[in-house]
């Protein structure tokens, strides 16, 4: 099971795409169907001692650090690493990676890093200069001999569908562990039919675009590159498995809120409905959520599994948006299924194997943007 910890609220960024949406007043629509409660401290204080009893229940476990920004609160992080013993994922937004002390640092086997790309769209998105510190956080850490896996995670707005030329950029500068979300259906706001359609247009011939170069790669370099939605869709088509939420949200992931209450999802956090215990709880007996009834008769939800929990119970957009967004899930499941018969030459090749497609679920990368 993979506990997102989340330590803080604060955050020392503000991005478009969440923070100057959440300054607008999308709370009240909620409010119709959901309990809110904005009651959770800023700052977490579960203890030490109550967080460990509750892990060691579960036979498996991983924790992954997540905020707001959880660098700000590199002390809480330390306490908890020094008292619990267990694999460490972190969320970062990467503007403090450098101030993680080398033997904490060495620990996390996986980061995973906000950036969007390019210089001018990363900056565009988070804010100028971030580009340059996020590159030259990581190149630190890597000198300092930092060997674990760091993850590109990208976030593309509805006003920017070129998700190819952003990961391209991201690939030629050195990162192979790369995923993105699309930033839609989360705002009530944010709604646009046209806008959002030429979007879906113009971000569907850049996944085939993508796609393409993808294989390429796996033909004439024998490597295929760690595109998150690519290597989960593919890895289930060869092995021909279904899914359900591959988040894991409310089924094999959970978030334990800054006061200790357990919720299905870390971006849900202040939804009551979603709560499901608290670090006396069971993890092995606590509630689980599978996707709501909008997803049920879809032709693709075995291998979708319901996008996001967030998107799929609170639909936030009008129905007519939603299709929109299942379009671009569509069309990259098809565009992946044409190409197993190709993989699978590969593989039988030599040229690449089943186990580059293996991955690790649920630490936090989308399989489905």
């Known amino acids: ?42 700052t977490s204080e579960i203890n030490i001692l109550d967080l460990k009893k509750f892990i060691s229940k579960d036979s498996n476990p991983v924790i992954v650090f997540y905020g ?48 969007d790309g390019n210089k001018e769209r990363t900056d565009s998105n988070r804010g100028n200069g971030t580009y340059n510190l996020v590159t030259k956080n990581i190149s630190t850490i890597r ?33 192979s562990s790369i995923h993105w979300q699309i930033d839609a259906g989360f705002y009530v706001f944010d709604y646009d039919k046209e806008k959002l359609a030429i979007f879906v247009e113009n971000y569907n011939k850049s996944i085939t675009k993508l796609i393409e170069l993808w294989i390429e790669t796996m033909k004439q370099n024998e490597k295929v590159l760690k595109l998150y939605p690519f290597i989960g ?37 202040w939804i009551e409905d979603f709560i499901i215990g608290d670090l006396n709880s069971n993890p092995n007996k606590i509630k ?19 996008r996001c929990l967030y998107w799929n119970y609170l639909s936030l957009w009008p129905e007519e948006g939603n299709i929109l967004i299942c379009k671009t899930i569509e069309h990259l499941v098809i565009q992946l299924q044409d190409k197993i018969s190709e993989i699978s030459g590969l593989i039988e090749k030599g040229v690449i194997s089943y186990k580059d497609f293996e991955y690790e679920k649920y630490f936090g990368p989308e399989i489905i943007p």
């Open 288 to 306: 689980s959520f599978q996707f709501a009834d909008r997803c049920k008769n879809c032709n693709i939800k075995d291998i979708c599994g319901g």
């Open 233 to 269: 869709i593919t890895e289930s088509l060869l092995k021909q498995e279904k899914t359900i939420l591959r988040c894991g949200a409310g089924h094999s992931g959970y978030a334990i809120r800054t006061d200790g209450k357990i919720i299905s999802c870390p971006i849900m956090s």
């Open 1 to 42: 099971m993979h506990y997102h910890i989340i330590l803080t609220t604060k955050c020392n960024s503000k991005c478009k795409y969440c923070y100057e949406k959440s300054m607008n007043d999308f709370e009240a629509n909620i409010k119709k169907n959901y309990n809110v409660d904005l009651s959770p401290p800023e």
């Open 68 to 115: 707001g920004e959880p660098l700000l609160e590199i002390n809480k992080i330390k306490e908890i690493m020094d008292n619990i013993e267990v694999p460490y994922r972190i969320q970062t937004n990467g503007k403090l990676l450098h101030k993680i002390p080398t033997n904490y640092l060495n620990r996390m086997d996986k980061i995973l890093v906000s950036i």
């Open 143 to 175: 000198n300092r001999g930092y060997s674990g896996e760091i993850i590109a995670r990208m976030t593309l707005s509805n006003e920017y569908s070129d998700v190819f030329e952003q990961v391209l950029h991201l690939i030629e500068s050195g990162f």
